[in-house]
């Protein structure tokens, strides 16, 4: 099957806010649990281990009316807080039976008390995260936060997470990531082959369901991928980043691309192949799941590396994906990217790499002036060098 037709089937549920494969395994699973997992990062690992299932929540995806949440958060915070909220508050997630909260961002932290407020019993539990990795107690810290989630979730269970079953979790989703990380780098090698549009619904198919079966789907569009006929070579290769939290449209992406632009790189969803490095197989488990939030050498607003500008970061992703640009796409409101924007720009500016920004929302559905600003990219290519412009040539695309 090629990889167009594969993600065409799949793109129909990608968004579907009754969460079916939750009831499908449950079904499967008598008595079994699922547990929310807000972004950026939660251990999912740790819940696989505990026998229960992650269930990634970001959002509806403009497939609801906000008719009840903006009665408990203000028109102004971020769509995926808001709309989160709503899936909860219409009955969307009552399969759902408790909800990880990572410290991400003071509105999150926010909905995680609304949530509590609104229904003592749900199991709500935040998990804080480090913030200065350069202390010495961030270590030692992470591993007592990450001891706290295990106790929760072996209530919740009412089963012990025991180091075997998270060695075996790990190595599962040591292979997704592997297979992840295959696929990121093939969309920017031949992206004429496979489009950033089909890694991200690649990646929205796995929402929800167990990793094992994730795993088979991503083996069968490695397969697609390999088979598929070379398309249209595009126009510019552009890095997206700015998008960590909230999921933008896929049509918005799918509105790029038919204007011959390739996302050669993206943030999205990044809690699902956190690491470009494999969980170690041996030793303390949480000191590894510590060790693989804190050395990391993933860059998001929230998940700063205190010997490195997040500016510099993007740029060196810009070079090694031989991008011709970048787009700053936030999701509105969102304060965390708001505060790292300046010294984006400030970086773009003095390495000569043009960028846009632009801003969207979930239930966003037109994109002309996105395209527009995209536009923009294209034509300063063509009037300063920089190293988009050193392309690397036998994709096999066509022109």
Same mark, same amino acid.
């Given at each position: 099957?090629?990889?167009?037709?594969?993600?065409?089937?799949?793109?129909?549920?990608?968004?579907?806010?009754?969460?079916?494969?939750?009831?499908?395994?449950?079904?499967?699973?008598?008595?079994?649990?699922?547990?929310?997992?807000?972004?950026?990062?939660?251990?999912?690992? *740790?819940?696989?281990?505990?026998?229960?299932?992650?269930?990634?929540?970001?959002?509806?995806?403009?497939?609801?009316?906000?008719?009840?949440?903006?009665?408990?958060?203000?028109?102004?915070?971020?769509?995926?807080? #808001?709309?989160?909220?709503?899936?909860?508050?219409?009955?969307?997630?009552?399969?759902?039976?408790?909800?990880?909260?990572?410290?991400?961002?003071?509105?999150?932290?926010?909905?995680?008390?609304?949530?509590?407020?609104?229904?003592?019993?749900?199991?709500?539990?935040?998990?804080?995260?480090?913030?200065?990795?350069?202390?010495?107690?961030?270590?030692?810290? *992470?591993?007592?936060?990450?001891?706290?989630?295990?106790?929760?979730?072996?209530?919740?269970?009412?089963?012990?997470?025991?180091?075997?079953?998270?060695?075996?979790?790990?190595?599962?989703?040591?292979?997704?990531?592997?297979?992840?990380?295959?696929?990121?780098?093939?969309?920017?090698?031949?992206?004429?082959?496979?489009?950033?549009?089909?890694?991200?619904?690649?990646?929205?198919?796995?929402?929800?369901?167990?990793?094992?079966?994730?795993?088979?789907?991503?083996?069968?569009?490695?397969?697609?991928?390999?088979?598929?006929?070379?398309?249209?070579?595009?126009?510019?290769?552009?890095?997206?980043?700015?998008?960590?939290?909230?999921?933008?449209?896929?049509?918005?992406?799918?509105?790029?691309?038919?204007?011959?632009?390739?996302?050669?790189?993206?943030?999205?969803?990044?809690?699902?192949?956190?690491?470009?490095?494999?969980?170690?197989?041996?030793?303390?488990?949480?000191?590894?799941?510590?060790?693989?939030?804190?050395?990391?050498?993933?860059?998001?607003?929230?998940?700063?590396?205190?010997?490195?500008?997040?500016?510099?970061?993007? *740029?060196?992703?810009?070079?090694?994906?031989?991008?011709?640009?970048?787009?700053?796409?936030?999701?509105?409101?969102?304060?965390?990217?708001?505060?790292?924007?300046?010294?984006?720009?400030?970086?773009?500016?003095?390495?000569?790499?043009?960028?846009?920004?632009?801003?969207?929302?979930?239930?966003? #559905?037109?994109?002309?002036?996105?395209?527009? #600003?995209?536009?923009?990219?294209?034509?300063?290519?063509?009037?300063?060098?920089?190293?988009?412009?050193?392309?690397?040539?036998?994709?096999?695309? #066509?022109?």
């Amino acid at each position: 099957m090629p990889i167009s037709a594969l993600t065409e089937i799949l793109k129909a549920g990608a968004d579907d806010p009754t969460f079916p494969e939750v009831t499908v395994w449950k079904k499967s699973h008598p008595g079994g649990k699922a547990i929310g997992c807000l972004p950026i990062y939660t251990p999912a690992e *740790m819940i696989h281990a505990a026998g229960m299932l992650p269930v990634h929540l970001s959002g509806a995806m403009g497939r609801l009316k906000l008719d009840n949440a903006d009665a408990y958060l203000q028109d102004f915070v971020c769509s995926v807080a #808001q709309s989160t909220l709503e899936l909860y508050l219409d009955g969307f997630l009552e399969n759902i039976d408790a909800v990880i909260f990572p410290s991400i961002c003071e509105v999150l932290r926010g909905v995680s008390g609304i949530w509590k407020r609104i229904d003592p019993d749900k199991p709500i539990i935040y998990l804080n995260l480090p913030q200065n990795y350069n202390s010495g107690s961030a270590s030692n810290y *992470m591993i007592s936060e990450l001891g706290r989630l295990k106790t929760e979730l072996e209530k919740i269970s009412g089963s012990a997470i025991t180091d075997d079953a998270l060695f075996k979790s790990f190595e599962l989703f040591n292979k997704r990531a592997e297979l992840l990380n295959k696929l990121d780098l093939y969309r920017s090698d031949y992206p004429g082959k496979f489009k950033a549009s089909e890694f991200y619904i690649l990646r929205l198919a796995g929402r929800a369901i167990p990793v094992e079966e994730h795993i088979e789907l991503l083996q069968e569009a490695l397969s697609a991928v390999e088979e598929t006929q070379p398309r249209k070579r595009p126009i510019a290769r552009i890095v997206l980043f700015g998008a960590f939290c909230e999921r933008p449209p896929i049509a918005m992406i799918e509105a790029m691309e038919e204007e011959r632009i390739a996302l050669v790189y993206d943030d999205l969803f990044p809690g699902m192949h956190w690491s470009k490095d494999p969980l170690p197989l041996a030793g303390d488990p949480l000191k590894i799941l510590a060790d693989h939030y804190l050395k990391s050498n993933l860059h998001t607003p929230v998940v700063n590396h205190p010997e490195s500008s997040i500016g510099d970061a993007i *740029m060196n992703i810009v070079r090694a994906r031989n991008a011709d640009g970048l787009l700053l796409a936030t999701a509105k409101s969102c304060h965390p990217m708001l505060h790292d924007l300046h010294d984006i720009f400030a970086t773009s500016e003095k390495q000569g790499i043009p960028y846009v920004k632009i801003e969207f929302e979930e239930d966003q #559905q037109v994109f002309e002036s996105i395209i527009v #600003q995209i536009e923009a990219i294209i034509e300063a290519r063509e009037r300063m060098p920089f190293a988009g412009t050193d392309r690397k040539e036998g994709s096999g695309d #066509q022109k």
